[in-house]
């Protein structure tokens, strides 16, 4: 029962971390007893699990996580949308729309749009597939969007939201973190966006640190300070919808989407149904949040209409 | 559209340069007149090649490197030398880039830079005769990004003119009916040079040195070609089909005039510091 | 255009090749990590004269769709070397020299990659040679294995490889251009870092079959030295990424926020 490495050591391909009664986890492979690492990164030991943590990676999609992507490209029912990594992703409109709705679907979110959205189904096979029904999810127009890398994400968001709502309750921003790596970033005015980009930069870079929401708070106090003395007026200015809200849920649940309805999610559609809405108006969202079961039988066409 | 319209960019990267624009800034921190960070690295490929040099233009970068060989003149010009730059974007410099044989933004660049040192009659070829209508020296310059992030034809129009100013290549003479090395090496005939500078126009703005996601929202670019004597020597709007003011062209050209002086100072640098080889 | 003279002899009278190494002896290798931006991993060689490039993007959506594997990636090599690489100038267009080396370069590396983690998409790895002076598939693949490495392709070990050959009755390691050209025989070989499986081997030339089992023994002994080599520098680079100025690292610090990846560990536990 060995371990040949110290704790956050930096390990490349092939290297011997382990041996004996331990379980090989993300990053290793295990061969005869032994375990190896299969990445450049800090091995770690958990219990008797041995894992490496990479610095970065691409994003690869898992069922229920919050994405940001891009539309690229219409066809028929479906947007493909780019949500980086080697998966390219498809949302089909009725996982989108209420019905009816156009036959044109640009009409309603076109190339050049972005969206946060849940990834509904993935597996070897096919897919991933979006849905924009449910809490946060829909069109994301103004502010800017940072791409840190799926890598960096769990760090960005911390223990229970710890790192993220630190930084959005200092600096009164909306944000949305996607498990995909793009972070979503409104600020009321160019200093404070500049300090939020200031501080997820701060982490993208010592991801791997100890004490880094101590670091990244005291920084931005810091900051603040310095804005106030120079320009007292400046951090004062409220931003249009101070949606805060704490959060309740584990990562990947974040800040409601400010362009988004305010609706509890789960409820059936006794209330009345709108319209599908004009053309990419930024505050309207067809995206209700309704159960999506309806979107669930579609599906299946959905991979019909998909296939290339 | 820039010059990748197959690359979708985001509406909200579009608006958030735009916004930026409408302030006055550039995304990265620059003037609309500033260029990025510009470096040139001499000899690079000093064992092969005749010349060679890389430039980094911010997170730019591409290498040129110019091979002398011995050829036929054409039959037009028996008593010239041959001149020629050519280009590849291969896939490694860019997840834009594809496999296969050059598309037309790398026949352009190629062709852009090419003009941009024939026009500028950088080259006096009729000096690189070895015997007319039999043997020329033929001057290669080939151009390879490696990192694109914007703005590849300055950035090579660069290389190119550093590796030709700095390449040495074999003397020959013409004996007995073939050319017979003497020995001796020689610098190429220079009588000018010229560097490329580009402009993008991004709605009303004109920015200088576009960065790759600049280049991917702008309406359309001016390259120009502006050689020792601030004398314009070749020009090509490219990069998308939006047009451009009179107004506009003027005022490129002033930020183009501006911004060569200071590459032909930042070449003549490079060179006298070089180690003699 | 510089005329390539076979020189007067490739080894002298005191046992030195015409660079002055021993028979033995390998060029100096300098290996770097992440030298380029766009790729996803990249890595550069100079070993001697030969100076590569490496870029490795991936795992990424593979376009055609008919080349797409169900239960794997694609693993897709493509080597060039530019036309100023070689002292006579090299056409631009692929030639068939460095498409059969793509494809040996491919197979080299293949062993080695968890190619079945990504379904579906490729793993590019692209070889830029910008100095050609002998062995450059082998410090090809050098490079690419920090370029993968680098990328974060999972992997079971680093592939080193070297060039061996003989000259003038004399087995040599690390050919370089000359050698190559005018010696004996040229034997490229790649082996798996953690277990020695012989990855790639070719050969030209005429050796005993004594003659080339010393040689290849020769070859693994020096790959396993740039195996050391290609782990150190891929260690030194990330340790950089890693470090920031003045913190000191504690050990076995039970400090649950550092454990990036946290999150992925609450949800293994659940399978």
New interface residues.
């Given amino acids: 029962m060995t371990v040949y490495f110290k704790k956050r050591e930096v390990v490349v391909p092939g290297e011997l971390l382990a041996e004996g009664r331990y379980r090989s986890s993300m990053g290793t492979y295990d061969e005869e007893g032994k375990i190896y690492s299969a990445l450049a990164g800090l091995a770690e030991l958990r219990g008797n699990t041995v894992k490496v943590v990479p610095l970065e990676g691409v994003y690869i999609p898992s069922e229920g996580d919050l994405v940001i992507g891009t539309i690229t490209r219409v066809a028929g029912n479906n947007w493909k949308v780019d949500i980086t990594g080697p998966y390219g992703a498809s949302l089909h409109a009725n996982n989108a729309l209420r019905r009816p709705y156009d036959d044109d679907i640009s009409r309603y979110f076109d190339i050049g749009d972005v969206i946060a959205a849940e990834i509904t189904a993935f597996d070897r096979n096919s897919g991933p597939f979006l849905t924009l029904k449910g809490r946060e999810l829909g069109l994301l127009t103004e502010g800017m969007i940072l791409d840190l890398g799926p890598a960096k994400i769990p760090r960005v968001i911390g223990r229970s939201g710890s790192m993220i709502n630190m930084i959005k309750d200092k600096l009164r921003i909306e944000a949305v973190v996607a498990q995909n790596g793009k972070i979503w970033i409104r600020a009321p005015n160019a200093p404070t966006l500049d300090l939020a980009i200031k501080a997820f930069k701060m982490i993208e870079a010592q991801a791997h640190t100890s004490k880094l929401t101590e670091r990244v708070g005291a920084m931005l106090d810091q900051e603040l300070a310095e804005i106030k003395e120079t320009a007292p007026k400046t951090t004062e200015i409220e931003s249009e919808e101070e949606v805060e809200s704490p959060v309740k849920e584990e990562p990947p649940e974040e800040e409601p989407v400010p362009v988004v309805e305010e609706e509890r999610a789960e409820e059936t559609a006794t209330a009345p149904i709108e319209e599908p809405a004009e053309p990419k108006a930024s505050e309207e969202e067809p995206a209700p949040a309704e159960e999506a079961k309806a979107a669930k039988d579609d599906d299946n066409k959905t991979e019909e209409v998909i296939e290339e | 559209m820039g010059d990748y319209s197959a690359e979708?960019?985001?509406?909200?990267?579009?608006?958030?340069i735009a916004n930026f624009l409408d302030?006055g800034k550039r995304i990265d921190g620059r003037a609309f007149n500033e260029a990025r960070n510009t470096e040139i690295e001499l000899d690079?490929?000093a064992?092969?090649?005749?010349g060679?040099a890389l430039v980094h233009l911010g997170?730019t970068s591409v290498?040129a490197?110019?091979?002398?060989?011995?050829g036929d003149p054409y039959a037009d010009s028996p008593d010239q030398g041959v001149m020629m730059v050519?280009a590849?974007l291969?896939?490694?410099?860019?997840?834009l880039f594809?496999?296969g044989?050059p598309k037309e933004p790398a026949i352009e660049l190629a062709r852009v830079v090419d003009r941009g040192v024939r026009e500028s009659e950088m080259i006096d070829t009729s000096k690189l005769c070895i015997e007319p209508g039999k043997k020329v020296y033929m001057v290669?310059a080939?151009v390879?990004p490696?990192?694109?992030?914007g703005n590849l034809i300055d950035a090579s129009s660069l290389a190119v003119a550093a590796a030709l100013l700095t390449t040495k290549?074999?003397e020959y003479t013409w004996e007995d009916g073939k050319a017979v090395?003497t020995g001796k090496k020689l610098d190429l005939p220079i009588r000018n040079s010229a560097v490329e500078v580009t402009v993008s126009r991004i709605g009303q703005h004109l920015v200088m040195d576009p960065s790759l996601k600049e280049e991917m929202v702008q309406d359309c670019r001016l390259t120009m070609a502006v050689d020792k004597n601030d004398k314009l020597r070749a020009m090509q709007k490219g990069g998308g089909s939006g047009p451009l003011t009179l107004d506009e062209i003027e005022t490129s050209m002033t930020m183009a005039i501006d911004r060569a002086q200071d590459l032909h100072k930042l070449i003549d640098e490079t060179i006298k510091a070089r180690k003699k080889k | 255009m510089s005329p390539e003279t076979k020189p007067d002899f490739l080894i002298n009278p005191e046992g030195l090749r015409i660079d002055g190494r021993r028979t033995d002896e390998m060029r100096p290798i300098e290996l770097k990590v992440g030298v380029l931006k766009q790729a996803d991993g990249s890595a550069s060689i100079r070993q001697g004269n030969t100076y590569i490039l490496a870029a490795v993007y991936g795992p990424r959506e593979l376009h055609p769709r008919h080349l797409t594997i169900n239960d794997r990636a694609y693993l897709r090599c493509v080597y060039r070397m530019a036309t100023f690489s070689v002292p006579d100038r090299k056409r631009p267009a692929p030639s068939r020299r460095e498409r059969e080396i793509s494809m040996v370069i491919a197979n080299a590396l293949k062993p080695a990659l968890f190619l079945e983690d990504y379904p579906r998409a490729v793993v590019d790895v692209f070889i830029q040679v910008i100095q050609a002076d002998g062995g450059t598939r082998c410090a090809a693949i050098n490079a690419a294995s920090l370029a993968l490495a680098d990328a974060g392709i999972p992997m079971k070990t680093l592939v080193p490889a070297v060039a061996v050959g003989k000259a003038e009755g004399k087995l040599l390691v690390d050919l370089g251009d000359e050698e190559d050209k005018y010696g004996g025989g040229d034997v490229p070989m790649a082996m798996l870092g953690t277990t020695g499986d012989i990855t790639l081997l070719q050969q030209d030339g005429s050796f005993a079959k004594e003659e080339l089992v010393e040689a290849m023994g020769m070859g693994v002994t020096a790959m396993k030295y740039i195996l050391e080599l290609q782990k150190e520098a891929l260690k030194s680079a990330y340790t950089k990424k890693v470090a920031i100025e003045g913190e000191e690292l504690d050990e076995y610090e039970d400090d649950l926020e550092t454990d990036l990846g946290e999150a992925e560990i609450a949800g293994e536990e659940d399978e």
């Fill in positions: 979708v960019i985001s509406n909200i990267d579009r608006d958030y302030a690079v490929v064992a092969k090649a005749e060679s997170d290498i490197g110019v091979k002398v060989l011995l050519t590849e291969q896939p490694l410099a860019s997840p594809e496999l044989p290669f080939d390879y490696l990192d694109y992030d290549f074999d090395p």
